[in-house]
């Protein structure tokens, strides 16, 4: 599953790009067991499944060989970071593979930058946040339900930092001013607010589609799933998106034409959404599109993806 690998030469190479809590895993489980043949399915089909993330480089790693996706290029921490297998890493613009066979790229800022420019605006403002690295471990457990390994995986942050804003609206607006001042960004995840460098989810995926187009010469049809408000930007620069519906009353709503919303949350609303896009005959995907209203749920095949 590179870009080199071969599809079908009647229709342009597909990538998928997908959140992860609340969309491929299950808010609350973190299970994807119900999207296994769809997994399957695209792998056999040459189609790399890319996670995009606000989870971390360490957490991602376990996780996409757990997913069979190690062939896949991911995107960590909203957009802060992508990791590039060797097939599409470029031998000139990106350093040298680690002992893991990937290239990392920094799409964002330094962590270091993000926690002092949150410590000035603390104090500055005099508003109550919790980040992430502040946290005890326990209690990290306790707020996302994570095992206590994954946890400490989760605290390994490189460009972004999550935190628990504990005020509301009003000095939420200033505090996110100020972080603008600065070239940060401040975006809503399905458990934390994340502060990032000027960049996010859509501006990695529209980074990793370029690079594709730049490696294999062909514009790749793309599809994207996402179920909070941090997956916006991304669901934007695809020509296809679903909105999972979420474990939260957040309001999801892309500028997205081509836009499916999911009955189901989590893995199931997940393979929903695949069996809507991609579910019948993708070799003719205009057809799925015009037969459709384009925001009203279909029907729901279960069971194995035909
Ligand atoms: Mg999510």
Request: net charge negative; proline share 8%; charged share 25%.
């Amino acid at each position: 599953m590179t870009p080199s690998a071969a599809s079908p030469s009647a229709c342009p190479p597909r990538l998928v790009f997908t959140d992860l809590d609340g969309s491929l895993l299950d808010h609350h489980s973190y299970d994807w067991e119900p999207a296994r043949p769809w997994l399957a399915r695209l792998k056999a089909e040459g189609v790399p499944v890319i996670p995009v993330t606000s989870k971390t480089r360490s957490e991602i790693l376990p996780l996409r060989r757990e997913l069979g996706l190690e062939d896949a290029p991911f995107i960590a921490e909203n957009g802060a970071l992508a990791g590039l297998p060797l097939a599409w890493s470029h031998a000139r613009l990106d350093r040298g593979p680690g002992p893991d066979g990937l290239a990392i790229r920094t799409l964002g800022v330094d962590i270091g930058l993000i926690r002092q420019r949150l410590a000035v605006w603390r104090e500055r403002l005099g508003v109550r946040f919790t980040t992430m690295s502040e946290m005890s471990l326990e209690a990290l457990v306790d707020f996302t339900g994570l095992a206590e390994p994954q946890a400490r995986l989760a605290r390994l942050r490189e460009g972004s930092e999550p935190l628990i804003w504990e005020e509301g609206d009003e000095p939420l607006a200033a505090f996110c001013e100020g972080l603008e001042g600065d070239g940060l960004r401040l975006v809503r995840g399905g458990r934390f607010w994340h502060v990032t460098g000027d960049c996010h989810k859509g501006s990695a995926v529209a980074w990793l589609i370029e690079r594709f187009e730049a490696l294999r010469g062909h514009r790749p049809r793309t599809l994207a799933l996402g179920d909070g408000p941090n997956d916006i930007a991304m669901l934007e620069v695809v020509d296809q998106a679903v909105v999972i519906r979420g474990c939260h009353d957040l309001e999801v709503s892309p500028d997205q034409a081509s836009l499916y919303r999911s009955l189901a949350t989590g893995p199931d609303g997940w393979v929903e959404g695949m069996e809507h896009w991609w579910g019948r005959d993708e070799r003719r995907p205009s057809s799925v599109e015009e037969g459709r209203p384009p925001t009203e749920p279909g029907p729901r095949e279960d069971g194995v993806p035909a």
